[in-house]
């Protein structure tokens, strides 16, 4: 049996702490409540978004792995890329389809799952190597919004931000993380980048809001995480679950709504919260993109869209883009 894998970690848990802190800090006593998103991501909540993607009504993950089989032929012989890396990797259910296709390509040779969540990196790295007994498989704990230079600089790399992630920014972040991947990519690799796409609005609240409340439950995860984490109070059950499409930014908010007035206490921070009765915490945005405008966002990056393909629905996309 081969060596088990290493996990490279840049988010000792200093790090983390101090960057909960911080958000919670900053978007808690904000005019307008809001949390980042990385933080539903414990191990609960990487369960309950596992649980998500097998929704009915969560139709991206299942568009994106219908493109993903049909294409990813198409895509390693473009990419020519030996090594993966993966942002935001997750369960890395889907990357399965990219390795087999760099395998057959005869090109694959290492994979860098990258993740904020230490134990899901980790089951995910020992699966894959059970699958891909010679792959080089370099798991790195970080957060890519940060960390992007740090990557593995090994052979000729194809970075893919698969399953919509990156909607989870705001359009001037977005620029930023796409001038910092272009620096941290070298001529001739690649970007594998898969996005959501603006359609109905009421399908889209649908996916936000699934009727069996597994959503709702992954929402109220980020109250948990910051009682467990922060030593805090919240009741998750005193939280409504929305979810709400903005026609103006075109992109899904969630929000947390009080259902009374409330006062939470977060002990490690020595803060009082005060909620209003039906006050509303954002703990997400998942931005929806059209195809002219994601090419418009890597082009200014500096990064050239060589590939593109959508589901047979339009409903979602990936694209291939060079640096
Ligand atoms: C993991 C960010 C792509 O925005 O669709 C799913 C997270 N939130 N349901 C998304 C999510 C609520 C998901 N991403």
New binding site residues.
């Given amino acids: 049996s081969r060596t088990p894998v290493k996990v490279i970690n840049h988010l000792d848990r200093d790090h983390l702490r101090q960057a909960l802190e911080h958000d919670v800090t900053t978007g808690l006593t904000a005019a307008s409540k809001w949390l980042p998103?990385k933080w539903f991501y414990d191990r609960t909540g990487s369960e309950l978004?596992s649980r998500?993607t097998r929704l009915r009504e969560?139709y991206?993950t299942r568009r994106e792995l219908s493109i993903l089989r049909q294409r990813s032929g198409e895509l390693a012989a473009a990419s020519a890329a030996d090594t993966l890396v993966e942002l935001g990797s997750g369960t890395s259910e889907k990357t399965v389809l990219l390795l087999e296709a760099l395998k057959s390509a005869g090109t694959l040779h290492g994979y860098t799952p990258v993740d904020v969540d230490a134990v899901t990196l980790e089951s995910a790295a020992r699966r894959l190597s059970v699958t891909f007994p010679l792959l080089d498989i370099r798991p790195v704990c970080a957060d890519f919004e940060c960390h992007l230079s740090r990557l593995p600089q090994n052979g000729r790399r194809m970075v893919a931000f698969l399953?919509?992630?990156i909607?989870?920014m705001e359009p001037a972040s977005r620029a930023v993380f796409l001038k910092e991947l272009h620096a941290a990519l070298r001529p001739g690799e690649s970007f594998l980048l898969g996005a959501?796409l603006v359609k109905d609005p009421a399908r889209l609240v649908a996916a936000?809001d699934d009727a069996e409340g597994v959503?709702a439950e992954?929402n109220r995860n980020v109250l948990r995480v910051i009682n467990r984490e922060l030593r805090a109070d919240f009741e998750p059950e005193a939280f409504t679950h929305v979810a709400v499409y903005d026609e103006r930014h075109e992109w899904i908010e969630?929000r947390l709504r009080a259902t009374r007035r409330m006062r939470v206490w977060v002990d490690a921070l020595g803060l009082a919260v005060h909620f209003a009765e039906g006050e509303e915490l954002r703990t997400?945005i998942?931005a929806k993109f059209r195809l002219e405008g994601l090419r418009a966002e890597l082009q200014a990056a500096g990064l050239r869209v060589r590939r593109h393909y959508t589901d047979p629905d339009g409903d979602f996309a990936l694209l291939l883009a060079a640096r």
């Fill in positions: 998103p978004f998500i969560y991206p399953g919509g992630t909607g989870n959501d936000y959503t992954f969630m997400e998942s």
